[in-house]
């Protein structure tokens, strides 16, 4: 049987061309559904260097490999399992040129090898590793982490920064049956830099520095200052060329202050010039105080303006009490002038004891006189070991000697000196019998002084008077005067003012009454608790004509 064909050329929308239109759709479905269902493939790795990093450090960098990125046949859910058998970095110590890897001086890279058995692991997600650790694998999601790990020591010559590259071998294990999955060994790579610094310097931070260009350490130059350590303070310290803080590199300009030891209280301490602390630099002014050694209680110590403490330098004040040698009736005192004086303040030291030199003259006679008659020699008794009267010892009370109290005492009268001297013998008796107040002592040593100088005619005949006063019961006053018998001192709580005879001489309305001196005429001898004294009563004279005979003779002690 013949059939006909179909005409679906004749121009009009005929049953033919709807059954083209039909299979053309359902064509089109078809091949979308098709494309829809393919997955994509491939694994995450990425990495990081520690930087900076010091030249000749180590190069020190860690990894992170993940499976987020594999989706498997294309479907939600399919993603597949992969595997990663190596690791291995190259350091780029020669930089990357044209986006490769390079070496220095145009070789390789430097390689590390297959690292992934010798890195310390974290796994998540269900990662794992064979025992070896040859190979990991990564399920869906999962992720492996590395502890940092280093092949390499940085050089002074590489480049900078420093280029690293780490390629890692994978496998797709295609466990979700995609029809596009990649075979075999699969490589993928990354990268990381490192910017390069100096190693330490090994010399002080302050004389140098990193060349951050050369990544070098480079020393300051020569004198550059730098922080003294303050061991030597006559030294300004400084760096020397070769990266090195020296102590004593510039010696800091003379007298400049330095440590001062206290060793020279006149002097202060001061650099030279030459980096030596000199004690006794730069004296202090004259007069500063000083310690003393105490040698000498009268001065104060003090700095000459030399450098030198002086012990004498200068007195101190009148009075001020000095070291005594017991002197009962007087206290030591420094006499402003730089001398310690026995005498110096006067003390009350009892009832003075006087007698005229007529008494003493006329008690100097015993058996062995050639006119003896009777009485006792108190004069001789009293001398004792010896008086010291205008330069000559008084030992004795013979004739025609020049060491008699007889021959001192028994004299015309004209002479000045030979008066003094009468007078001086007299008040030296005294004072030896009895105690003599301060003031009589000091007087009587002055007018020694006097007498023996023998050129001044007024002074000697002041003494001479004023002794006279006092061996017939005057009072010697603190000026060396005399007030005569019968005389006092006003006085009221203490205070003295002028001299009186009777109250009516003094200020009444201010209180002050006549304070009468004791008459030492009146004194007995002999005191109370002088149980072996015999010359109270003192019995006749022994030698008024042994005076006599002196008088006659017409000599003076200096003659004999």
Not at 54 to 68: A, E, M, Q, R
Not at 512 to 517: A, D, G, K, V, Y
């Amino acid at each position: 049987m013949l059939t006909k064909e179909r005409n679906c050329t004749n121009g009009t929308l005929s049953r033919c061309t709807y059954a083209i239109l039909l299979l053309v759709a359902l064509m089109s479905l078809a091949f979308s559904s098709t494309a829809l269902a393919q997955g994509q493939h491939g694994i995450g790795i990425v990495k990081g260097c520690d930087s900076p990093v010091v030249i000749g450090d180590p190069l020190y960098c860690d990894y992170t490999i993940s499976n987020t990125l594999d989706t498997g046949d294309g479907t939600s859910g399919s993603a597949d399992t992969l595997t990663v058998s190596r690791l291995e970095d190259f350091v780029c110590n020669g930089g990357i040129v044209a986006g490769n890897c390079q070496g220095k001086n145009a070789q390789p890279p430097v390689p590390s090898g297959d690292i992934l058995p010798l890195l310390s692991l974290s796994f998540t997600g269900g990662a794992s590793c064979n025992g070896a650790q040859t190979l990991c694998t990564l399920p869906p999601g999962s992720t492996i982490s590395t502890a940092l790990y280093t092949h390499y020591n940085v050089a002074i010559d590489d480049v900078d920064p420093l280029p690293d590259r780490i390629v890692m071998v994978w496998q797709d294990l295609n466990d979700s049956g995609s029809n596009n999955p990649p075979v075999g060994d699969q490589e993928q790579f990354t990268g990381s830099t490192a910017t390069l610094t100096c190693a330490p310097c090994v010399n002080d931070a302050e004389c140098e520095e990193c060349n951050e260009t050369t990544n070098l350490c480079e020393p300051y130059s020569a004198s550059t200052t730098c922080t003294s350590d303050g061991s030597l303070e006559c030294w300004d310290a400084g760096c020397d060329g070769s990266g090195n803080c020296v102590e004593d590199h510039t010696p800091v300009s003379a007298s400049t202050t330095c440590a001062d030891d206290g060793s020279n209280e006149c002097a202060d301490a001061g650099c030279d010039g030459s980096g030596n602390c000199v004690q006794d630099h730069t004296p202090v002014s004259a007069s500063t105080t000083c310690t003393s050694d105490g040698s000498l209680e009268c001065w104060d110590a003090g700095c000459d303006g030399s450098g030198n403490c002086v012990e004498d330098h200068t007195p101190v004040a009148a009075s001020t009490p000095c070291a005594d040698t017991g002197d009962e009736c007087f206290d030591a005192g420094c006499d402003g002038s730089g001398s310690c004086v026995q005498d110096h303040v006067p003390l009350d030291c009892g009832d003075e004891i006087c007698r005229t030199p007529g008494f003493w003259g006329a008690r100097g006679g015993d058996a062995g006189d050639e006119d003896y008659r009777h009485g006792q020699n108190i004069t001789l008794e009293v001398i004792g070991d010896g008086l010291d009267v205008c330069g000559f010892q008084i030992t004795n009370t013979d004739l025609a000697d020049p060491e008699s109290a007889i021959e001192a005492i028994c004299i015309n009268k004209g002479d000045t000196q030979a008066k003094l001297i009468r007078n001086l013998t007299s008040t030296a008796l005294n004072c030896s019998l009895g105690v003599c107040n301060p003031n009589t002592a000091l007087l009587l040593s002055d007018c020694n002084d006097i007498c023996f100088a023998g050129t001044d005619e007024g002074a000697m005949k002041t003494c001479s008077d004023n002794l006279d006063c006092f061996n017939n019961g005057g009072y010697i006053l603190a000026d060396g005067s005399c007030a005569p018998e019968g005389f006092g001192v006003c006085q009221v709580g203490g205070v003295e003012s002028t001299l009186c005879e009777i109250d009516e001489d003094c200020d009444l309305r201010a209180g002050e009454t006549c304070m009468l001196f004791e008459n030492c005429h009146e004194a007995d001898l002999c005191a109370e608790d002088d149980t072996d004294c015999t010359f109270e009563p003192p019995g006749p004279a022994s030698s008024p004509k042994k005076c006599n005979q002196a008088r006659r003779d017409g000599k003076y002690i200096w003659e004999y």
